[in-house]
């Protein structure tokens, strides 16, 4: 499976990434390793969690704080970096509770990145937005707009997105000014092994993990409105593939996966785990954000397509965890 993925590789790199020992960050440094790039991992965390010793296998750490940019500058020149993948942030939940680390860590964070590859001389930041930095569902619906493009005016649906959104616009400036490449993969909602419990899309990782457990679990119809799902090792692909392409234009790209209704997602989970006990509910809730995105810039300017289908992404979580 994995040659199929159509990153254009580009010389042997070192990539630093920032939020490296998480979840997106331990798939993204596998990945790496696995194309014959050097990883060194930037997290406050001491090490590797013993869960993802395997997959950060060759990878390098340094224990550094982001909202210390000396500690940043530090791990740069120690490790001779030549890009920054910029993955640590402060969750939507998070961010909701506690709005001034959310400033701190997601927008002061996200400047340090930028701050120390233009006083470095890198050559690229990539890093992650979110779906949640574009607009309600209900006001696209009401527009009548159908599939979401690169370049939306920014309209944040929460604190987290006012803060991605930043990052975004912050991007441009930086590209402008000083001719910094900075590129922005916007992930929508991500399910795969080793999500944190407790964010606010964790439940549909916990409809696979549940089941899997034997737990009767339910789901809400969403109105039978499309959610765009990505696998966590394509959303992953998706922040290497951006690391790794030539020369593409400073902007954020739609990273998305498919799009499902909830009633499709928990009909696939039933083809892996035939004994699968979802309820679907029938309530007044919809998606937060319009489940279709335009991916073409990602596809021509990254070379990220999805790989893994909505099948064959729940088969490899629930195998990953058998
Ligand atoms: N997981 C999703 O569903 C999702 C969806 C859309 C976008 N994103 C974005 O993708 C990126 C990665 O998300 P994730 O799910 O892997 O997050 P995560 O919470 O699993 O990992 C974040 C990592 O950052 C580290 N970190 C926190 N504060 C730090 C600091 N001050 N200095 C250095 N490291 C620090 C943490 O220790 C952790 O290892 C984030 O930017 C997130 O906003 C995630």
């Not at 020149?77 to 942030?89: P, Q, S, T, Y």
């Not at 590859?117 to 607009?135: C, D, H, K, P, Y």
Request: aromatic share 8%; with cysteine; glycine share 10%.
């Amino acid at each position: 499976m994995q040659n199929k993925f159509t990153c254009r590789e580009v010389n042997k790199l070192k990539v630093l990434i920032t939020g490296g020992l998480g979840f997106i960050g331990t798939y993204a440094a596998n990945r790496l390793v696995s194309l014959g790039h050097q990883v060194v991992t930037f997290d406050t965390l001491s090490g590797p969690p013993p869960e993802s010793t395997e997959l950060l296998k060759g990878t390098e750490h340094f224990r550094g704080d982001l909202l210390n940019p000396l500690s940043l500058f530090e791990a740069i020149e120690k490790h001779k970096v030549d890009r920054i993948m910029h993955l640590a942030a402060l969750r939507n939940l998070d961010s909701q509770r506690n709005p001034h680390l959310a400033f701190r860590l997601n927008c002061e964070g996200t400047v340090n990145c930028y701050e120390a590859a233009r006083i470095f001389g890198l050559e690229r930041v990539v890093f992650a937005s979110t779906s949640a930095t574009v607009g309600s569902y209900e006001y696209y619906e009401s527009l009548g707009v159908k599939e979401l493009p690169d370049d939306l005016p920014s309209r944040p649906i929460n604190i987290y997105g006012v803060t991605k959104a930043f990052d975004e616009m912050m991007g441009k400036e930086y590209g402008k000014v000083y001719g910094l490449n900075v590129v922005g993969v916007r992930l929508a909602l991500i399910y795969g092994p080793g999500k944190k419990a407790g964010s606010k899309t964790s439940g549909w990782n916990d409809l696979i993990e549940g089941s899997m457990k034997g737990e009767p679990m339910k789901q809400s119809r969403l109105g039978d409105k499309k959610v765009s799902i990505t696998y966590a090792k394509d959303a992953s692909e998706a922040a290497v593939c951006a690391v790794l392409a030539k020369n593409p234009p400073s902007g954020t790209y739609n990273c998305t996966g498919h799009s499902v209704t909830a009633a499709e997602y928990c009909d696939t989970i039933r083809l892996v785990l035939p004994k699968a006990n979802i309820t679907l509910v029938d309530d007044d809730a919809r998606p937060a954000t319009m489940g279709l995105f335009d991916t073409r810039g990602a596809r021509e300017h990254l070379g990220y397509t999805p790989i893994f289908s909505l099948l064959q992404g729940i088969e490899d979580h629930v195998k990953t965890l058998s």
